[in-house]
């Protein structure tokens, strides 16, 4: 799935955004985190967290009677931490990796697929064909980011790792060619080069590593895992309808363009619980 994130203009079809019914005062409130650098899935923006996954989560838990709490303050490790130890009830999109399978419940169907890809300078640029060419190379990573079990465990052994806390700082290290190589999602990936000026710089590899998929998951044995039967049955029915492809365009567009018009309207299917 490729979008042109450079245009302003929104077809009229991706300006559906979720108006969300209010709970009612006696709710109770649920806490969720998510990624803060990882558009179009989710991110911090004016001071919010923003984008597919806390859209979905909100719609859901919503139509089951729940108010959430969006948690803003959290780096993306932290977010994981604090639910591990009680502290927030809902992660609204993370990889399905047996170490967090420990704290985390997920659901059976999958919020979004994520190709990962490759980002390198292009003028140093790398000749991949398999993953041990990527032996010896100096990598970027955000701290508590996962590419699949099997990249885990390569890039802990073969690689000369440096941890950042946010992701803007490992495009800067590209750019100055102090790391060879980031692994991102591809669609992440390419709205954060434009977004902070470094596409100019800043490539993809055709070499991808992996598809991984992002999973709407809550606290492994809280009360909310009687839901998941019902969230699931929620995201194939947000998935088969279009629902989804049209919010990931919609918030692809929002992140390169934060005051492009968007006119939120409620979804016309409301599901039965």
Known sequence: MKFNVGRRLIPPVLCILILFT?????????????????????????????????????????ELGYNIQLITDYNWKRCLLEVQLGNADIVVAAYKIPSRKTFLNFTESPLIADPIALFINRQTPIKVQQMSDLKGKRVGLLLGDSFGEKFDHFLQNSNDIEYVSRNSQNFAKLALKRIDYMPIGILSGELQSKKLGFDDQVIALDYRISTEYYFLAVRKSSALEKHLPYLN???????QDGTINQLTQVYSQQYIHPTAPLSPRSLTHKASK
């Open 233 to 239: 049955r929620r995201l194939k029915e947000l998935t």
């Open 22 to 62: 209010t709970p009612t005062v006696s709710a109770q409130t649920l806490k969720a985190c998510g990624h803060p650098f990882y558009p179009p899935v989710s991110w911090i923006g004016n001071g919010q967290l923003t984008g597919l996954a806390p859209a979905i989560t909100k719609k859901i838990f919503t």
